[in-house]
């Protein structure tokens, strides 16, 4: 039994010149990705003098407090560590009872607000002659990225118990000790040995697998690279190779390192590149090398994918990368030496502006729809005493009949006509007198006789009471005739006074879709698609790419809104000479597809056709001789750059994200607003700066959508009309 249940407190400031102190430790102080450490905390106390030694020196109704950043319930980006709730509640689970405890940062319990306490396993360690008490606990992490993670200070404030007064009163002093904090130092691996295919992870077991998404093409035509790198490694420092650096890699393609796209997969990720033969034959894309640091050997290890094998055959695109033979200066130039646009797509994938409805729909009506519950949820809990006050009113009538059934006394009647004033009329007390009875019946509107025979029932009943034998039955019938003579007044005053309203919010958000629904490929848009495609890839002259521009705006009147399609005849009409139109063509590409290479690369070059002066001389030049260097984008691309970077659908998906946000923090700022500010914040930030850019996007592709028949061809496919 604790010693300070039977003696007082007596505060003294002579005890051990440091009866207490604090340390915050690491096993580890410099360490790699992915290797595990621990950090301990441990306070030290003097243990009291002999006879008292075995009694811990911790007072059970002054607990002290420990306060440290790292025991906080947050997670510590780049660290992935265990929970450190279950820990808590376990320790806050185990200091119930007359035991000592601590406090730990400002956790209180959600009712009252009264700190939380906590019990730490001790242990006795012998330092420098003394049995100290140490109470520690150890928490378990694993970097998941490099930096320095720092974990403290932490600091301990409270009292100790430093000894017992021969008339058996505790001596307490009041302490504060700080632990300096630890700096962990996640490096990464050695410089030495690095080989310049390293991808950043650590670990061992790398497998990387590598493939073209179809093995016949033509030249210059776009293949999709995917190299899938897995195994044993640590994933959040994985990070795409730079292929256009293996030399033996771009000796027969060509590789865009700047559009690569990462997936997460199962032990691993999946990287995607766009590349084009530029030679024409049986090629074999060489093996990619890649490398990671093995721990265990404390070396770079290299693994290398299987070779590709590619059929790819000549082509007759004037858009294609490089020559096969130098057969027509129309037909075949080289890129490196006359500006060239990107070629043209033979994608039919579906590129829709908006995402589907089912994904946005619930997103934007979730968020208000869980708010308005939980406000109404609050509400109703602060108003509980009223709603049981009015329950006990809507139900006084029936009890009190119920009673007044089966009352054969006088004194069974009097009490439930009381009890019945009493629930009715919100009234305090249960013991009304009849004068009282009949001033409050008044004062709620009841008639002046109605009241009267209320008071004069009570009156006789209360006289009955004291004359032995009196029977209540007549009485009680009596009553139940004035109970319901008296709900009928009450209920004649209520629906002659003021109505009571209730303010019903009810928040609905409606998505008007301004984009065409995305049409699947009937045969008669599909053979529509090829013949397009087939006079792009034979046209020579300005004519013929007019003519293969007019085939693809035929699809846009039909209907088809694909990015693909809008790309193409962009660059059809980059190639016919009309740098206005190409520009409005390949800006509704760009809000289907974001801003590809492709796309970038055509827009400079249609801007720069646009700025370049008129030709001279009076035979026309054959395209694509007469293509201007290419020029810089609007300052908008940059200033705005989420807005052209991407697609409208992922803008919109970010603003839906940003609306659920922000209603996520409007729901926690009902309980706790200063975490919820930060949500707030950030999820205003999203919806304003996406939904903005996604709003805009889509009133441009209304305008340009009702303008287009007469802005860019004919609505017969005639002639260009800008």
């Not at 179809?214 to 959040?236: H, Q, R």
């Not at 004069?456 to 009471?465: G, Q, V």
């Not at 521009?549 to 009409?573: C, E, I, M, W």
Request: charged share 20%.
């Amino acid at each position: 039994m604790s010693i300070m249940s039977i003696i007082s407190i007596m505060p003294s400031s002579t005890a051990f010149a440091q009866p207490v102190s604090v340390t915050v430790r690491s096993d580890r102080d410099r360490i790699l990705v992915d290797d595990p450490f621990r950090i301990t905390f441990a306070i030290a106390i003097a243990p009291i003098q002999p006879p008292y030694h075995d009694i811990e020196p911790i007072h059970i109704n002054r607990p002290p407090r420990i306060d440290a950043d790292f025991l906080n319930i947050a997670d510590i980006k780049g660290l992935q560590q265990l929970d450190i709730q279950p820990v808590l509640e376990s320790r806050a689970k185990a200091a119930f009872g007359r035991q000592s405890s601590f406090l730990i940062n400002h956790y209180s319990d959600n009712f009252f607000g009264n700190p939380i306490r906590f019990r730490l396993d001790s242990v006795r360690e012998n330092r420098g002659g003394t049995n100290f008490w140490v109470y520690a606990l150890t928490f378990n992490y694993t970097p998941l990225a490099e930096g320095d993670y720092t974990f403290g200070p932490m600091t301990f404030t409270g009292t100790v118990i430093t000894g017992v007064t021969p008339d058996q009163k505790a001596r307490i002093e009041e302490i504060v000790a700080v632990a300096p904090a630890v700096t962990i130092r996640v490096t990464p691996p050695p410089e030495t040995g690095r080989p310049a295919w390293f991808i950043g992870a650590v670990g061992s077991n790398l497998t990387a697998h590598a493939g073209f998404d179809t093995g016949v093409c033509k030249v210059g035509d776009p293949l999709t690279l995917t190299l899938d790198l897995t195994g044993a490694v640590s994933l959040s420092n994985l990070r795409p190779p730079l292929l256009a650096q293996q030399e033996e890699l771009t000796r027969d393609f060509r590789i865009y390192d700047d559009n690569v796209t990462t997936t997460a997969i199962e032990s691993g990720k999946r990287f995607t590149w766009r590349v084009r033969p530029i030679h024409s034959g049986t090629l074999e894309f060489p093996p990619i090398r890649v490398a990671c640091y093995n721990k265990a050997l404390k070396t770079y290890q290299t693994v290398l994918t299987q070779p590709i094998p590619v059929q790819a055959r000549a082509t007759t695109q004037v858009v294609s990368d490089a020559p096969d033979t130098p057969g027509s200066a129309s037909l075949f130039l080289h890129s490196d030496n006359i500006p060239m646009p990107a070629a043209a797509t033979l994608s039919d994938a579906p590129s829709p502006l908006l995402p589907p409805a089912r994904l946005l729909l619930p997103l934007f009506l979730s968020g208000p729809a869980v708010l308005l519950l939980a406000v109404t949820g609050r509400s109703l809990w602060r108003r509980r005493g009223a709603l049981r006050l009015a329950r006990r009113r809507h139900r006084a009538a029936s009890r009190a009949r119920r009673r007044l059934a089966d009352a054969t006394a006088p004194d069974v009647a009097a009490a439930a006509l009381r009890d019945y004033l009493t629930d009715r009329l919100a009234a305090t007390g249960h013991s009304l007198t009849p004068p009282e009875a009949s001033r409050l019946l008044l004062d709620h509107g009841v008639p002046a006789r109605q009241a009267d025979a209320f008071r004069s029932l009570l009156e006789r009943l209360d006289e009955a009471i004291y004359r032995p034998g009196s029977d209540g039955g007549g009485a009680a019938e009596e009553a139940s005739t004035l109970i319901e003579t008296t709900e009928t007044a009450l209920d004649g005053r209520r629906r002659s006074g003021q109505h009571v309203s209730i303010l019903s919010i009810v928040a609905i958000i409606s998505i008007i879709s301004i984009s065409s629904p995305v049409r699947a490929f009937e045969t008669s848009s599909a053979f529509g698609w090829e013949r397009a495609n087939a006079r792009f890839a034979t046209a020579r002259l300005p004519a013929d790419f007019l003519e293969a521009a007019q085939s693809y705006n035929r699809l846009v009147l039909d209907g088809d809104t694909r990015g693909a399609l809008f790309y193409n005849l962009g660059t059809a009409l980059l190639l016919a000479g009309d740098a206005p139109n190409a520009i409005a063509a390949l800006d509704r590409a760009d809000r289907r597809l974001g801003a590809t290479p492709a796309t970038r690369a055509n827009l400079r070059l249609a801007y720069g056709q646009l700025e370049a002066p008129p030709a001279t001389g009076d035979a026309p030049q054959a395209l694509p001789l007469s293509l201007a260097p290419p020029a810089l984008l609007p300052w908008t691309h940059t200033a705005f750059f989420w807005h052209y970077e991407f697609p409208c659908r992922h803008r919109a998906a970010a603003a839906a994200v940003g609306w659920t946000i922000l209603f996520a923090g409007l729901l926690i700022r009902l309980f706790r607003p200063v975490a919820a500010r930060p949500l707030v914040w950030a999820g205003l930030m999203l919806f304003a700066i996406f939904g903005t850019s996604a709003a805009i996007t889509l009133l441009q592709e209304y305008r340009d959508s009702r303008s287009w028949p007469t802005r860019v061809f004919t609505s017969d496919g005639g002639e260009v009309a800008s």
